[in-house]
C-alpha cells in the first residue's frame, strides 16, 4: 500500500460527505402515547395539508411479509405494534397495557389495551394478536429471526384480551423484539389500529385520518395524506427532487444508496447497525491478546464517524448503541482508543507480527472500504506489511466461514435488545474469528435473561470484552429522513418508525 493512499482516501470521504445537504438534527425520545380517550368528533380535525408519500401500489402494504422499503416506511401510519422502541432503545407501551413475566423469563402473558378496533371494526384481541405474531415468525415472514426466541404464541381461552408467549431460552427483554406492527390477516393491504386507513379512488391511493382510532387525544398534523405512486427507484428519487414527495427513508451509506438532489433536510435516527473490526482468534497473530489490543490501537473512531460516514453515524467504543441504557460510560472510558504512537511503541515490543497481515473488507459498499483502508493505513504507517483484500460480499463471506484471515472489517445489525451471543458466543453464527470463552458466554446467557439488574451484568460483559478484546467496536450507522427544505419541522425519527412522535410534527 502507497504513501499517497490517505490523500485518495481523504477525498473519498469528502466525496462521501458531499452527499448530506444540510446539518442532522438529532433524535430524541418520545414519551409513550397516554391511554386517555376524547372524541374525535370533539376535536376538530386538522385541515388538509400538501403532504405526500411514495407507495408502489403493485406490491405489497403488509407490514410483516412486504419487502419494499417505501411501503414499509407506511407501515406505522396504519399499523400499531404491542411496543414500540423509542430513540434510546427502551420500550413503550402501545397495544399492550400491561404484562406479566414468570420466574425463569419463559412465559410471558401480555394484557392489551381495551377499547382497541381494526380500520375494519374488527377488536383487537388476544386471538388477532398471536396470529399477527405467529403470522410475522413465519417462514414468509420478515422477523423470522427476530423471533426466532418465541415457541409459542397463544390466547388465553378465558380472557379475550390477553395471550401468552412462550420462549425457548430466558428474554428479560421481550418487549423490545415487540414492536412489530399487528396487522388484520395476511392480505396485501391488511387492516390495522393504526392512526390512518388506506383510502382508493380510482388508480388514486392516500391515507385517511381514522375517525375511530383509539388515541384520538393524539392530535395529527394532516386530515389526509397523498400517496405518489411510484413503480421504479428512478421514479422515487425524481419525485422526491421535484417536490412531489414530502419525506422519504434512506440510508445514505448502504452499498448502492440511491442519490438525492434538490434542496432537503436531514434528519438522523440511531439504529443498531454495528461496524466492528474483527480478529482470527485461532490462528496467525492475533491469535495472541496483546497482538489483539495493539491493532485495536490503529482505529480512529471519530474520523472513520465524522469523515468516512460523514456525521451519519456515531462513535462506540462497546458493541452497544450510546443511546442505550446498557450502554457503560465507565466500561467505555477503559477502553483504548486511537493513539498511533503508542502503537508504533508497543509494535516495537512484539514478536511474530513481521510477515503479512489479511485483512479482509467487504468492497461492494464505499463507506465500509474507506473505513477499512484508513485502518490499513494506520497500521502500515506504524511498520507494518498490511494486505487489503477487498472482495465482493460472497468471496468475503466464504473466506470469513475458512477463516482465511487475520483481521477483517465486520458488520451486523442487533436486535434492538442487544443480544450479542450471534457475535460473541462459542456458537455464534457471527463468530468469524473463532473466540471462545466459557466466561464469556455466562456473562452473555446472564444479560440475555436479565430484567432487573441488566446494568450490572451488562457492566460484566465489557469488563470481559476489555480485557480480552475479540473486536474492535467502531460505529453504529445512523438511519436518515428527508424532508423538503422548509415543509416539515419537529421530526423525531426513531428505528423502524420515521413518524414517532407524530402529534409533534408541524406541515408547512
Not at 121 to 140: H, Y
Not at 236 to 262: H, K, P, Q, R, W
Request: net charge negative.
Amino acid at each position: 500500500m502507497k504513501r499517497h493512499f490517505l490523500a485518495a482516501l481523504l477525498s473519498t470521504a469528502l466525496l462521501l460527505t458531499a452527499c448530506g445537504r444540510e446539518a442532522h438534527p438529532s433524535s430524541s425520545a418520545s414519551s409513550a402515547a397516554s391511554s386517555g380517550t376524547v372524541s374525535l368528533e370533539e376535536t376538530p380535525r386538522p385541515a388538509a395539508t400538501l403532504f405526500t408519500l411514495a407507495v408502489y401500489p403493485e406490491f405489497s402494504l403488509h407490514p410483516t411479509l412486504a419487502a419494499n422499503r417505501a411501503n414499509l416506511t407506511l407501515a406505522p401510519l396504519l399499523y400499531e405494534g404491542l411496543f414500540s422502541v423509542d430513540a434510546s432503545f427502551q420500550a413503550q407501551p402501545v397495544l399492550c397495557r400491561s404484562y406479566t413475566v414468570s420466574e425463569d423469563k419463559l412465559t410471558w402473558t401480555l394484557t392489551l389495551q381495551p377499547g382497541v378496533t381494526f380500520s375494519d371494526g374488527t377488536p383487537l384481541t388476544g386471538q388477532t394478536v398471536a396470529d399477527a405474531l405467529n403470522l410475522a415468525r413465519s417462514e414468509q415472514g420478515r422477523y423470522k429471526e427476530r423471533l426466532a426466541v418465541i415457541a409459542a404464541a397463544a390466547p388465553l381461552e378465558d380472557a379475550p384480551d390477553q395471550l401468552t408467549i412462550t420462549l425457548r431460552r430466558s428474554n428479560g427483554s421481550l418487549p423490545l423484539l415487540l414492536d412489530i406492527p399487528i396487522a388484520l390477516g395476511g392480505g396485501d393491504r391488511p387492516a390495522g389500529t393504526g392512526p390512518y386507513v388506506l383510502s382508493e379512488n380510482g388508480d388514486s391511493l392516500s391515507l385517511t385520518a381514522r375517525e375511530g382510532w383509539w388515541q384520538k387525544e393524539r392530535p395529527l398534523p394532516a386530515a389526509d395524506i397523498t400517496l405518489h405512486s411510484v413503480h421504479r427507484s428512478e421514479e422515487l428519487i425524481y419525485a422526491f427532487d421535484a417536490g412531489e414527495v414530502s419525506l422519504v427513508d434512506v440510508d445514505l451509506m448502504a452499498t448502492n444508496a440511491m442519490g438525492y438532489g434538490g434542496n432537503y433536510q436531514t434528519w438522523d435516527y440511531p439504529t443498531t447497525d454495528f461496524l466492528y473490526l474483527g480478529f482470527n482468534t485461532q490462528e496467525g497473530p492475533c491469535r495472541t491478546l496483546e497482538v489483539r489490543q495493539c491493532l485495536a490501537l490503529a482505529v480512529d473512531r471519530n474520523t472513520i464517524a465524522s469523515t468516512i460516514y460523514a456525521n451519519h453515524a456515531v462513535p462506540a467504543a462497546l458493541p452497544v448503541h450510546p443511546s442505550s441504557p446498557l450502554y457503560s460510560r465507565s466500561a467505555a472510558a477503559a477502553v483504548p482508543g486511537y493513539a498511533p504512537e503508542a502503537l508504533a511503541a508497543r509494535l516495537g515490543e512484539l514478536r511474530g507480527l513481521d510477515g503479512e497481515l489479511i485483512f479482509l473488507v467487504n468492497s461492494e459498499n464505499t463507506a465500509k472500504a474507506s473505513a477499512a483502508q484508513l485502518i490499513a493505513y494506520q497500521l502500515e504507517a506504524a511498520g507494518l506489511n498490511v494486505t487489503l483484500q477487498q472482495l465482493p460480499f460472497e468471496d468475503y463471506q466464504q473466506a470469513l466461514n475458512q477463516g482465511a484471515f487475520d483481521l477483517y472489517l465486520g458488520e451486523t445489525v442487533f436486535t434492538a435488545d442487544f443480544d450479542l451471543a450471534p457475535l460473541l458466543s462459542s456458537t455464534g453464527t457471527l463468530n468469524y474469528g473463532g473466540w471462545r470463552l466459557e466466561e464469556a458466554d455466562s456473562c452473555l446467557w446472564n444479560l440475555y435473561g436479565a430484567v432487573e439488574d441488566k446494568g450490572n451484568r451488562a457492566e460484566e460483559l465489557f469488563t470481559l470484552l476489555n480485557a480480552q478484546t475479540p473486536i474492535v467496536p467502531i460505529i453504529f450507522k445512523n438511519g436518515s429522513v428527508l424532508t423538503q427544505w422548509g415543509r416539515l419541522s419537529g421530526l423525531t425519527p426513531v428505528r423502524g418508525d420515521v413518524f414517532y412522535g407524530l402529534e409533534n410534527w408541524t406541515i408547512s
